[in-house]
């Protein structure tokens, strides 16, 4: 399965998460989701999901100038992103379950709910 | 801050800025802020290096995942190229907009419904070029004319109805063909009106020449005149003379002809001169008019010095004498009746 098209819908919350416990630069964070697995994640992807959950408010951003070479822009997860990160969390927990419950092929009758009905 | 050392970095960066050119410059600013780090970066941590990829798939991913709008036109684009894409896009996206409106929709579809008359007007050039390069006067009905205008018209038809056009290259050799040939329309709309003019012309001169010079008996130019007396002897030397006074000449321009060629009905040509004893060789109303041979002619179509006329001969055998109620004429006439002027009441 082409795993870019499932890393559009989750972008944020990924990006979220990996700046959660450590602040962190474009690359950085890059680098952070390519270790925990996701391999084929863009950089431009993850610099313009920064960017844009920057401007929704839900992080924040710093400057550090470095020696010799080009400055880096730092992002750290405000409130806000962690409340964010949370409500993410928890869709995505419930929609991993459902995708689970469909596609365990044990089980006998599965019965089908629609994303985000309430059980 | 983009003065980077990093010569493939800077360059890349560069290129990805250019592609968000349409962008606000603080929203450029904001989205590859630090952009030059990563990529420095990245390509120490990478094996491919200093390869980035495509710097405007590289922007478009950037921009979409920032949930900006997608590539539109670079307005604020540098650089000859930015400036005639944009001109490019403006104009297509003008044209979009002025096609989807209806009104122009409905002028389009009546434009359409006329591409026959477009057909007919193809065939036409096409026609006229080939007539031309067949050295063909257009507007002449001639075997070679028909079949040239009838396969042009057959020709343009069937591209029109979509026929022969199986192969792409076909349709890209018919659409080059077509701007060919509406480049061609003025030369060939200048040559028919031209043509058109010359022929209109020419049937005004046949019209106009209606009075022929000369003498003209019942519609029939006359070349030559025979006189006879009352005896039917033949005459020569008869110079005639019309109601004003003025020489009846043969010739429509007595003073600047020299020569009047003239057929008989087996075919044969002669050449009639005027009287030599009137000077000035004018003498075209001396009748009969003597005639030279043709070689008599020099290189210049004129008689030569040497030439010698010869007498006409008229190809009537012989004329029969009139009935003369006068047997005795006299030498000088006395009027026998005076006329008396009668008033009337």
Known sequence: MDTTQLLKGVLDVAVLAAIRDEDGYGYDVVRRLRAAGLEDIGDASVYGTLRRL????????????????????YYGINAQGRAMLEEQRESWSE???TMNDLLEPSSSAPQLRKIGEKR | MTTSTLGPVAGFADAVRHALADLPPDEVDELTDGLEADLAERADDADAGADFGDPVAYADELRAAAGLR??????????LDATVTGA????????????????????????VSLRPLWWVFRAWVIYSIVAALFGQPTLRLSPLTFLIGLGALVVSVQWGRGRWQARAWVRYAVIGFNVLLVLCVPIVLIATSSAVNSEVANAANAEQAGPIGGIVDNGKPVSNI??????????????????????????SSPSATRVSEVGDDLGRTSYLVPSLSVPGRIGWNV???DHV??????????PTSHAVPVATRPRAASIPGLAQPAPTPTATPTPTVTPTPTPRR
């Open chain 2, 293 to 302: 041979s043709a070689r008599d002619l020099g290189d210049n179509g004129l």
């Open chain 1, 54 to 73: 920057y401007s929704a408010g839900a992080l924040t951003s710093y400057v550090v100038p470095s020696d010799g070479g080009p400055h880096r822009k």
């Open chain 2, 70 to 79: 997608p590539r539109t036109r670079a307005r604020t684009a540098s650089g």
């Open chain 2, 287 to 289: 009748y009969p008019l």
């Open chain 2, 226 to 251: 025979f006189a006879y007396d009352a005896n039917g002897n033949p005459l020569s030397g008869v110079q005639l003379f019309d109601q004003d006074g003025k020489p009846l000449s043969a010739v």
């Open chain 2, 88 to 111: 490019w896009r403006d104009l297509v996206d003008g044209w979009r907009g002025v096609a989807s409106n209806r009104q122009v929709r409905r002028l389009g579809a009546f434009f």
């Open chain 1, 95 to 97: 929609f991993a379950t």
